[in-house]
């Protein structure tokens, strides 16, 4: 019976989506619409979206995991985050919204790059298009993995079931509604995530007795929960930090930016979008404290992952709640799950469509309506192999999910930053930048070379070696080359007047 109530109410989530996915269907009418939604979002809209795509299982699952395990310590990743994210709202959205209009009304980041560049080899439009296809292919295979398994756990049910329904339903909504889709879904899934990480731990509380026995069965189990030095090294705190510095060059985050009304919208969504984020991660800290304090109290309970601590969320909500509440709980980790699919779903089609095949085409001559179909095909194909590669699941699949923020981080973040706010920057210094980012950041997170050869007591993430050459090297080469041209320099001129004016 148990398991029934947990159907009805995953099942009910799932045609919630695909209900969504058909509202956003009927209001997306071209390639545009498909890919970036008119540039109509509202902020509140944008900042939900782009926290729910970002998160994924990671907020329920291994933040709230680490925690338990490990105690405070484990913060300093959410710390990195929410500074990072908060400084990505604050100057990059804004000039992002701007300057994609005004660079040829660009709709995907690699046209940016390019549009704001005035680059006619298409070399760098077409390196970033490949980043993104790449990547992102690998990234949405991750997530279709990490559904399959989430069904195993939850349900007993097969690994291939779980990751064909989690990927089809995904790839229903997207496919019909498209970036529209994604956001809607997206935001629904955001609210989902913020009520389960707000209820869970209030529940979790008052089952152990309130705060002040939480905190004393804390106490018994770790000392020093509290800590936020106790354990931790200095390369492990950069490390953890250096997260932040990704924000910037994820297509899937600042394509939110750039399909919002107006530039001025980007200070309520700084307000909507780091406020979800903040309660969101006190809500799993405090998930791990009722975890830890319940577990003790409770010695007849079983933690399901008892090595990584990851089901904690997962065991709370289904040992404090009726069946049919907790299969809506479970349902907020398909949501960080989901949301994150389908928005890589959709960058990684307009990448495919728009930046790689459409400029051997030629987009202007294709009409709206056929644009749109390109842009759905696209979603089509990348499905397709993703779900071939999640067949087999492997660890080196779920590894490419840190590699790919790193490497979406050091190849695109210095060229955007550089790109909004220094005008000197040139074609050559950028693909210098971007392809020497990818590559740093590739050697370091797969060889020897992220801890030094050995000098280093432990390995460095590799955002951070690659961030810094990127953004040396995109400075270097473009003071090496000529000067952009005036037109170039103009747009960039036209732009901060615009913003001044805002």
Not at 67 to 91: D, H, K, P, Q, R
Not at 107 to 124: A, G, Q
Not at 391 to 418: E, M, R
């Amino acid at each position: 019976m148990d398991l029934t109530f947990k159907i009805i109410a995953i099942a009910i989530y799932f045609l919630a989506m695909i209900g969504i996915g058909l509202y956003a269907f009927l209001k997306t009418r071209s390639g545009d619409d498909y890919m970036l939604g008119g540039r109509s979002l509202h902020p509140f809209t944008a900042a939900l979206s782009a926290g729910a795509s970002d998160m994924s299982g990671w907020l329920l699952m291994g933040f709230p995991g680490a925690l338990y395990m490990s105690g405070l310590v484990e913060a300093w990743i959410a710390i990195g985050l929410t500074v990072g994210a908060a400084l990505n709202w604050i100057f990059v959205a804004p000039r992002l919204r701007e300057y994609t209009q005004v660079a040829g009304d660009s709709i995907t980041v690699p046209s940016f790059f390019e549009n704001r560049l005035h680059d006619r080899s298409r070399l760098l439009r077409i390196a970033a298009g490949a980043v993104i296809l790449v990547f992102f292919t690998f990234y949405v295979s991750s997530g279709m993995v990490s559904g399959g398994r989430f069904f195993e756990s939850s349900f007993g049910g097969s690994y291939l079931a779980g990751m064909m329904l989690v990927g089809g339903v995904t790839v229903l909504y997207t496919l019909f509604g498209g970036f529209l889709g994604a956001t809607y879904t997206d935001v629904v899934q955001g609210l989902i995530m913020f009520v389960s990480l707000l209820i869970v731990p209030i529940m979790g509380m008052f089952a152990v007795g309130g705060p002040a026995q939480m905190f004393r069965s804390v106490a018994e189990v770790n000392p020093d929960f509290g800590s936020l030095t106790g354990g931790a090294t200095f390369i492990g705190v950069l490390s953890a930090l250096a997260w932040g510095l990704g924000y910037v060059g994820q297509p899937h985050i600042i394509v939110r930016f750039m399909a919002m009304r107006s530039s001025r919208d980007a200070r309520y969504g700084t307000v909507v979008g780091i406020g979800w984020m903040i309660l969101c991660a006190v809500g799993a800290i405090f998930t791990a404290l009722a975890g830890l304090a319940y577990f003790q109290q409770n010695q007849d309970a079983i933690l399901t992952d008892t090595e990584n601590g990851e089901t904690v969320f997962l065991d709370l909500a289904q040992i404090l709640f009726h069946p049919l509440a907790a299969g809506f709980l479970l349902a907020a980790v398909l949501a960080a799950i989901m949301s994150t699919i389908s928005s890589q779903l959709v960058v990684t089609s307009s990448a495919l469509v728009e930046d790689l095949i459409g400029i051997l085409g030629g987009r202007r001559e294709r009409s709206e309506k056929v644009q749109l179909w390109y842009g759905r095909a696209g979603v089509l194909v990348v499905s397709i192999i993703a779900m071939l590669l999640a067949l087999n699941p492997s660890n080196t699949i779920l590894d490419l999910v840190g590699f790919a923020w790193a490497g979406f981080g050091a190849a695109f973040g210095p060229i955007v930053l550089l790109s909004l706010f220094w005008r000197r920057l040139t074609t050559a210094g950028a693909l210098a930048g971007m392809v020497s980012g990818a590559v740093v950041a590739f050697l370091w997170g797969k060889t020897e070379l992220g801890t030094l050869f050995g000098l280093l007591p432990e390995r460095l993430y590799e955002i951070v070696p690659g961030f810094l050459v990127c953004l040396v090297l995109a400075i270097v080469v473009s003071l090496m080359t000529p000067k952009p041209s005036q037109r170039v320099l103009e747009e960039y001129d036209r732009t901060m007047a615009q913003l001044a004016r805002h």
